[in-house]
């Protein structure tokens, strides 16, 4: 993390009150993040699929109804999709799942074990009300159990580029992560409009 950012946070946290602790460890992060270790990769494609299908059906009105017309649609669009430039290995990975069998049922349950060992007990044992990381790092953490996160613009780096902070809690945590969110960006006041170079 920057200087800048530390100190920035740092100041805000003062300015709210509140009580920064820094570089607390979250346990079975490394296994949290490899997607194949975790189990994520065994439960995502059924779960989008499965969401995912649910979402398509529902609409009003919707060019594709499910995965597979997702799929056919893009086929058909390459350029306006852009499938050489992002392809779409997730839909069809997830087109290929049958729903969810014993071995999605058990990737998910070491999903929710890993998240409730992680995150939520560090949340839990330290009383606190948020986790603060450098731009969306905390994402896949927070995914595994839909715990929620917001992530607020920081600052710019020396080249002029943006970087953000994500701020994460437990379920339940939504209103109180949008009033720190909104508190930060009233704060920092890092927030530019794009400046786009021709």
């Known amino acids: 993390m920057s200087i800048w950012l530390c ?5 805000f946290m003062r300015h709210q009150g509140a009580t920064l602790i820094d570089n607390l ?21 059924a779960e989008f699929k ?17 995965l597979a017309e997702l799929i056919a649609f893009n086929n058909a669009h390459p350029v306006e999709e852009r ?3 992002y392809g779409h290995q997730l839909l069809l990975l997830s087109e290929n799942t049958t729903g969810i069998g014993s071995k999605e049922r058990d990737a998910i349950r070491q999903l929710e074990e890993l998240s409730a060992n992680g995150v939520e007990k560090l949340m839990k044992e330290h009383q606190l009300d948020a986790i603060l990381t450098p731009d969306s790092r905390a994402a896949t953490v ?4 839909g715990l929620p996160g917001i992530v607020v613009p920081a600052g ?3 080249q002029g580029v943006p970087f953000s902070v ?7 945590y ?25």
Do not use: H, W
């Open 156 to 158: 710019y780096d020396e």
């Open 174 to 198: 939504e209103l109180r992560l949008i009033e720190m969110g909104y508190a930060f960006e009233q704060d920092t006041k890092a927030r530019r409009p794009p400046m786009f170079k021709n």
């Open 166 to 172: 994500c701020f994460g809690g437990l379920q339940g």
């Open 50 to 66: 499965l969401n995912l299908n649910n979402y398509l059906s529902n609409l009003s009105y919707s060019p594709v109804r499910s």
């Open 25 to 45: 460890d979250i346990a079975n992060l490394s296994v949290i993040q490899d997607v194949t270790k975790s189990g994520l990769l065994t439960a995502l494609p």
């Open 142 to 145: 927070l995914a595994y159990n």
């Open 83 to 85: 499938l050489e430039q």
């Open 7 to 11: 100190r920035t946070l740092s100041s």
